[in-house]
């Protein structure tokens, strides 16, 4: 069974839109992106399977609690998801060893205070355990953010943009913390709109522009770059790809065929080829053409 | 649940030493200005002028003026002693969800498992004991001061008694409530100790009336005003628990 299963999910605030249409799944152990611009509705859909919201349209299936209009999910919900909130979120007053205890015995962890600070040994926070909170640097609010959604075991870890706001060296160790976590097998939502990021930590990732517009797979280096003299269309060949995708003059193709057999296909359907590479299906291209995709529609 | 939130709120308020500052102001205040006036009276004031003071209040005439200012003084001073529990849980209180919001600790918040009950009545227990224990303190004070002051046993007496035992923690928990649903429907933590603030308003004018001799309060009236508090908290409570809704808190507070 799948860690999230989302059917339509849609909220409005105030009559306005915030997303709508949202279907996916995310399977257990898998590493699963959110991209999309501001104000795309990502933290709201995050919010929705955290259990705070309530759709307004849709169901969702999250670690085996049910959420739909009217049904946030509550407390058991709530106590199966780590959520790591846009910003971190503690008390200035406090310590960071007393924050993450207080948040620990909030969630209901198991032994609180051990579990906390093997987390802040595990982070490299365990120096400043007993600093305020105020006190600690961007990057190390971050990172007891980050174990704070982790402090109670969660089956499902979302992650609202981990690395917004800090500084390259921080954003460093945050995004090798995260690819830590990945490597566990969690079950991991990764909402941002740093498409290297998805592309280093994910194996899907989910576009969202006020709706959910395309569910990408992050592939490898197995594709095929065609560049043509002129713009052609390339039935003849489709037969011969897994998935073909056209942009002007440059064919971008996973092949199910030999290349030669390819490019024999081509050639013999009239295309006057100029060049052959192999090509890296960069998400940023992927992303662009959705983007204007979805702003035609 | 609930033990945590508290244990938590009364850790940051033992750390907040400008807020403990100013929930210690009003109270000394409140205790060391009309001591002090009194012990003044007693010893130095013109007979004359103390003559005219019970002639306004209508002190018994067998009594000397100087005692009749001090019983003026000692009854007509408990209104002024029922405004520190309603203000004091205020000072935390307004805090409790606008300071939430402000910090933006309010989402890691209500992403837990915690109950809205949990949340409302561990802030409200951490605002509202302090400030009862301010309250009593500064009673005790009040009422050692002004028997010393006079060289008499005037206080406590049965008023001051049900004033302080009864009717401040019914008020502290008026001022909480107030406070925590005001303070879950406006941004500024600041706006909404001030907004709570006026609940005390109708207070002061009882007191001013009071001072001003056009008006006497008796048990009668105190027993009436805690009935009619003791409901207002019972409806505010529920009011809180109503407006304490994740969805509501964390969107539609602007």
């Not at chain 2, 309603?86 to 918040?109: H, K, N």
């Amino acid at each position: 069974m799948a860690a999230i299963e989302a059917h339509g999910l849609g909220k409005s605030f105030g009559g306005r839109s915030a997303c709508r249409d949202v279907s996916f799944a995310v399977e257990r152990g898998e590493v699963f992106g959110f991209l999309g611009p501001n104000g795309a509705g990502k933290t709201t859909t995050l919010r929705m399977l955290a259990g705070l919201f309530a759709p307004d349209t849709g169901t969702a299936r999250v670690a085996g609690c049910e959420i739909g209009p009217g049904r946030p999910g509550g407390p058991q919900l709530r106590g199966k998801v780590g959520l790591l909130t846009e910003s971190p979120g503690f008390y200035d007053r406090l310590t960071a060893r007393e924050n993450l205890v207080y948040f620990a015995r909030l969630q209901g962890a198991r032994e609180p205070e051990r579990k906390s600070d093997a987390l802040l040994e595990r982070f490299a926070l365990r120096d400043r355990a007993g600093s305020p909170f105020a006190e600690l640097s961007r990057g190390m609010k971050q990172k007891l953010a980050i174990a704070r959604a982790l402090v109670h075991d969660p089956e499902v870890i979302l992650l609202d943009e981990p690395t917004v706001g800090l500084d390259p060296e921080a954003t460093r160790e945050v995004r090798n913390l995260v690819a830590d976590l990945a490597a566990t097998e969690a079950t991991i939502v990764l909402c941002t709109h740093h498409l290297e990021e998805v592309e280093r930590l994910c194996s899907r990732a989910a576009f969202i522009a006020g709706r959910l517009v395309a569910v990408h797979e992050i592939r490898g280096g197995n594709l095929l770059r065609i560049e043509l003299a002129a713009p052609f269309q390339p039935d003849a060949v489709r037969p011969l790809c897994h998935s073909l995708r056209i942009s002007g003059t440059t064919l971008v193709i996973e092949p199910r065929a030999e290349v030669a057999d390819i490019v024999a296909a081509l050639v013999h359907s009239g295309a006057r080829i100029e060049a052959v590479s192999p090509h890296q299906d960069r998400l940023e291209d992927a992303w662009l053409d959705l983007l204007a995709e979805a702003r035609a529609a | 649940m609930m033990g945590v939130v508290l244990r938590k709120e009364l850790l940051e308020l033992r750390r907040s030493p400008v807020l403990l500052l100013s929930m210690a102001s009003l109270p000394l205040v409140v205790v060391s200005v009309p001591v002090v006036l009194l012990a003044w009276l007693v010893r130095a004031a013109p007979e004359q002028a103390l003559a005219s003071i019970r002639d306004v209040y209508g002190a018994p005439a067998a009594s000397t003026a100087a005692v009749a200012v001090a019983e003026m003084v000692a009854t007509k001073w408990l209104s002024m002693f029922l405004i520190l529990p309603i203000f004091l849980p205020i000072l935390v209180a307004a805090q409790s969800i606008g300071g939430e919001r402000e910090r933006r600790t309010l989402e890691p918040l209500l992403a837990t498992p915690v109950s809205t009950l949990s949340i409302v009545l561990g802030k409200s227990i951490a605002a509202v004991v302090p400030a009862l224990a301010i309250t009593w303190i500064a009673a005790v004070l009040f009422c050692a001061g002004i028997d010393a002051a006079t060289g008499r046993f005037l206080l406590p007496d049965g008023t001051w008694i049900f004033g302080t035992l009864v009717l401040s923690p019914l008020l502290a928990l008026f001022g909480n409530a107030t406070a925590v649903v005001v303070s879950s429907r406006v941004v500024d933590p600041r706006a909404a100790q001030n907004l709570a603030a006026t609940t005390v308003l109708p207070l002061v004018a009882l007191l001013v009336l009071q001072l001003a001799g056009r008006l006497s309060l008796g048990p009668r009236f105190y027993f009436a005003f805690a009935a009619g508090i003791a409901v207002a908290d019972a409806a505010l409570v529920a009011l809180a628990i109503r407006l304490f809704d994740r969805e509501r808190l964390l969107t539609k507070w602007r």
